[in-house]
Every structure is written in C-alpha cells, then in structure tokens.
C-alpha cells in the first residue's frame, strides 16, 4: 500500500503562483511513475504532468508554465504552476504508480485562480 498526502492548494490570483507537493509513504520503493491530474467542476479528470526516470510529460495547457519535479531522499513530487489562470481552477490529484502497474491516488487539493 501507498499513501499521498498533497499539500500546497489555495486561492491565487490569475497571474500568480503556487507549488503543489505529495509525499508518498508505505510500499514505495516500487513506484515508478509520479504525476498530478486534475478536475474542473463538471468536467473529467485529466493528466496534467507525469515523471519518470525517462523525463517529464505534459499536458499542452500546462506547458511552458508549469514544472513537475521529485525529491528521491523525500519521497515526494511537486508541481509547481506559474502563470496560473482561472482556467487552471480544479481540484489537483497526486497518482503514483508502481512497477505492477497499480495507481494510488491522493485525497486531492484545490486550486482556484481568481480573475
């Protein structure tokens, strides 16, 4: 088992910035893949960034204003998100993934950008 307790949420205006983190705890010397997603209100939840030991993915939306970055010694992930815009507005995810493929999820935290 795994557990993630994110951290970092808030209200920012647009423009602004803040930084996510997920500290992950339990079985975690299997996991190889750290990511955030997201859900607006209403709509599906999707991937905004990923890392591996291969590198970093992300959404287009995201690209160029946001960073995923993990601390091995830690045991957690971060995003930091630059630039925000009230689009970007959303409960953010952690999910980790092990080597068998299996997903955790995080409980989940609030971002909300004010125009």
């Known amino acids: 088992q795994v557990q993630l307790v994110e951290s970092g949420g808030g209200l920012v205006q647009a423009g602004g910035s803040l930084r996510l983190s997920c500290a992950a705890s339990g079985t975690i010397f299997s996991i190889n893949l750290m990511g955030w997603h997201r859900q607006a209100p209403g709509k599906q939840r999707e991937l905004v960034a990923t890392?591996?030991?291969?590198?970093?993915t992300y959404a287009d939306s995201v690209k160029g204003r946001f960073t995923i970055s993990r601390d091995n010694a830690k045991n957690t992930v971060y995003l930091q998100m630059n630039s925000l815009k009230p689009e970007d507005t959303a409960v953010y995810y952690c999910?980790?993934?092990?080597?068998?493929?299996?997903?955790?999820w995080g409980q989940g935290t609030q971002v909300t950008v004010s125009s």
């Open positions: 999910y980790v993934r092990n080597s068998s493929w299996y997903g955790y």
């Open positions: 890392i591996t030991t291969g590198g970093r």
